[in-house]
């Protein structure tokens, strides 16, 4: 009877192992909501940002306001935080949560804060910004000059107060400026663009925003079984291999803007895998591999990479051996 129970306890205890090591896999996931109110006003503007209607196992938040000040942290959403924003401009907000495991989700707001009330003689500037892909910004210069004077210049500081790359026109004899200036960035990062318009008399206005520049980070682009039953790798529809056999597996992966791959790994679901480590790949780098299953059940491979900023990225594909 003895012998039983002990039996049993084990199998108790087994079973509780392996349900509290996966139970990661089944944790809600996260999800980051801000809203802000309000969206727009004129300088000095005051923000109430509200993290509130974030979920998921939340360890940790940053909220950066995009015009340079320090973000707020800390470990409670269920919070409302007040900033004022000084200058005019358009600001862009970030959230970003993150769990015990390291995983991140970031949502983001629009502040877009007016000029104060301006004397009636002089001019008034608006920058605003859409930041499309690959470090591409798309920039919208706007200009008024006062009741029957003109405009006479316009420049775009794009890494202000850097002077490189300068947008600029000049001589000009206009009412308003309505221009769109398309720049891309290289680098990831945090930049401030700044424009200042003049008119005849040399009075001044100047519109100013700050804004963060993303580039894709290095991603596989392309992961299959090349020689195997058509399929495209998911739980509804995996690539059907045949026990025995041998199958050609390969993936692409390309590194972030000035990064290189350093390492990569192609795991097999059947507790075999192959690797490299101490590559300086900057270009596409393309794995080709063979590999035999010799049990007939279902497994999922894996893809992995590295790069020399300690960035990665995986993918998987579902495989299912027949007899």
Same mark, same amino acid.
């Given at each position: 009877?003895?012998?039983?129970?002990?039996?049993?306890?084990?199998?108790?205890?087994?079973?509780?192992?392996?349900?509290?090591?996966?139970?990661?896999?089944?944790?809600?996931?996260?999800?980051?909501?801000?809203?802000?109110?309000?969206?727009?006003?004129?300088?000095?503007?005051?923000?109430?940002?509200?993290?509130?209607?974030?979920?998921g196992p939340i360890t940790s938040y940053s909220l950066s306001f995009g015009d340079g000040s320090e973000p707020a942290t800390g470990t409670d959403v269920d919070t409302t935080?007040?900033?004022?924003?000084?200058?005019?401009?358009?600001?862009?907000?970030?959230?970003?949560?993150?769990?015990?495991?390291?995983?991140?989700?970031?949502?983001?707001?629009?502040?877009?804060?007016?000029?104060?009330?301006?004397?009636?003689?002089?001019?008034?500037?608006?920058?605003?910004?859409?930041?499309?892909?690959?470090?591409?910004?798309?920039?919208?210069?706007?200009?008024?000059?006062?009741?029957?004077?003109?405009?006479?210049?316009?420049?775009?500081?794009?890494?202000?107060?850097? !002077?490189?790359?300068?947008?600029?026109? !000049?001589?000009?004899?206009?009412?308003?400026?309505?221009?769109?200036?398309?720049?891309?960035?290289?680098?990831a990062g945090e930049y401030t663009a700044r424009l200042v318009v003049e008119d005849e008399d040399g009075l001044q206005a100047t519109a100013t925003t700050t804004f963060t520049?993303?580039?894709?980070?290095?991603?596989?682009?392309?992961?299959?079984?090349?020689?195997?039953?058509?399929?495209?790798?998911?739980?509804?529809?995996?690539?059907?291999?045949?026990?025995?056999?041998?199958?050609?597996?390969?993936?692409?992966?390309?590194?972030?803007?000035g990064r290189e791959i350093v390492e990569w790994r192609l795991e097999f679901g059947d507790g075999s895998f192959v690797g490299e480590t101490g590559l300086s790949e900057d270009?596409?780098?393309?794995?080709?591999?063979?590999?035999?299953?010799?049990?007939?059940?279902?497994?999922?491979?894996?893809?992995?990479?590295?790069?020399?900023?300690?960035?990665?990225?995986?993918?998987?594909?579902?495989?299912?051996?027949?007899?």
């Open positions: 009877m003895r012998a039983k129970y002990l039996v049993s306890l084990a199998v108790l205890m087994a079973i509780g192992l392996v349900l509290g090591g996966c139970a990661w896999l089944f944790a809600p996931q996260l999800d980051a909501v801000l809203s802000a109110d309000p969206t727009e006003g004129e300088a000095p503007l005051s923000v109430e940002f509200d993290l509130s209607g974030s979920t935080i007040v900033h004022t924003y000084e200058d005019p401009g358009t600001y862009e907000a970030e959230l970003v949560i993150q769990d015990a495991r390291g995983n991140m989700s970031v949502d983001s707001e629009t502040i877009t804060v007016e000029p104060e009330d301006v004397e009636e003689d002089e001019p008034t500037a608006s920058l605003s910004l859409t930041k499309l892909e690959n470090g591409e910004v798309e920039f919208h210069v706007q200009g008024w000059a006062a009741e029957g004077k003109h405009l006479v210049a316009w420049t775009l500081y794009l890494d202000y107060p850097e !002077e490189e790359p300068v947008e600029e026109e !000049e001589d000009l004899e206009v009412e308003t400026i309505d221009e769109t200036v398309v720049h891309t960035y290289d680098e520049v993303t580039l894709p980070g290095t991603e596989i682009t392309n992961f299959e079984v090349t020689d195997a039953v058509p399929g495209d790798g998911t739980e509804e529809d995996p690539y059907e291999l045949n026990v025995d056999e041998e199958y050609t597996f390969e993936f692409s992966a390309e590194p972030g803007a270009g596409t780098l393309t794995v080709i591999r063979t590999h035999t299953y010799t049990q007939t059940n279902s497994y999922t491979a894996v893809a992995m990479v590295w790069d020399d900023a300690d960035d990665s990225d995986s993918e998987e594909i579902e495989i299912e051996v027949v007899e």
